[in-house]
């Protein structure tokens, strides 16, 4: 994949958040993809002032590990709650380079919309590829809701100041649930309806689980799990 940045990423906090404001209108929250062959997990690691990141492609809606690939690069922004993108962006950017099978769908451990300037990092990540996004998230950043049934796939609607930013979405039985939300070009129906496509015994959905392992598993770690799959580490 080949993928031209818009703007520098060693900016103030200040041009940051402008970049937000700026970026959040190209934002398109409703469907506008294709058939959905190949589904990519994204997670970033850190090691001290090092971003890892690591993009793991799925068959869908099989969910076996098609491809992947890992990026280390150096962090030139510090950490700042509500601009966390422009801290592991960077290095997503380059995970995507690598790929030989590019997603058709980005599911982005992190926010989308729900987000206090609507543009969280699967926003970002969307706007710059252009490929339809989701956030889904472990924990809540902005919003209300109501605490969804105890049910597979129960979920209710995250809100702030007025507007649907998001699902509360409880992917199993008796465990904590999920914040999803529209990264972008996928409407929060759809949104909701992939990461449960992609849940199989577990909270988190098979892409954030990959990506999280190769992101910040030992080399010895994802060595092994990728044995498991029948490929070897690139």
């Known amino acids: 994949m080949e993928i031209h940045p818009r703007h520098p990423w060693n900016l103030s906090a200040q041009a940051a958040i402008a970049i937000q404001q700026q970026l959040r209108a190209e934002v398109v929250t409703q469907d506008q993809f294709n058939q959905v062959r190949y589904v990519a997990g994204v997670d970033v690691g850190f090691d001290n002032a090092l971003a890892r990141a690591a993009v793991a492609v799925l068959r869908f809606p099989g969910l076996q590990l098609e491809a992947y690939a890992i990026a280390t690069v150096p962090t030139a922004f510090p950490y700042v709650p509500g601009l966390l993108s422009f801290r592991e962006v960077p290095a ?7 790929l ?8 982005c451990d992190g926010q989308g919309i729900a987000h206090p300037r609507r543009f969280g990092i699967a926003s970002h990540l969307g706007v ?20 969804p049934a105890d049910a597979r796939g129960a979920w209710t609607p995250l809100t702030d100041r007025g507007d649907t930013i998001g699902a509360v979405l409880r992917t199993r039985v008796g465990v904590k649930p999920l914040y999803v939300s529209v990264g972008h070009r996928v409407s929060l129906t759809s949104a909701v309806g992939f990461v449960m496509a992609c849940v199989t015994r577990y909270r988190l959905p098979e892409t954030t689980r990959w990506a999280h392992r190769l992101a910040s598993g030992s080399p010895a770690e994802i060595a092994r799990a990728l044995q498991r799959q029948g490929m070897a580490r690139a």
């Open 100 to 107: 030989a099978v590019p997603p058709d769908l980005l599911l």
């Open 128 to 147: 710059l590829t252009g490929i339809p996004a989701v956030g889904v998230a472990k924990s809540r950043l902005v919003g209300q809701a109501e605490e």
């Open 92 to 98: 997503v950017l380059a995970a995507l380079g690598q």
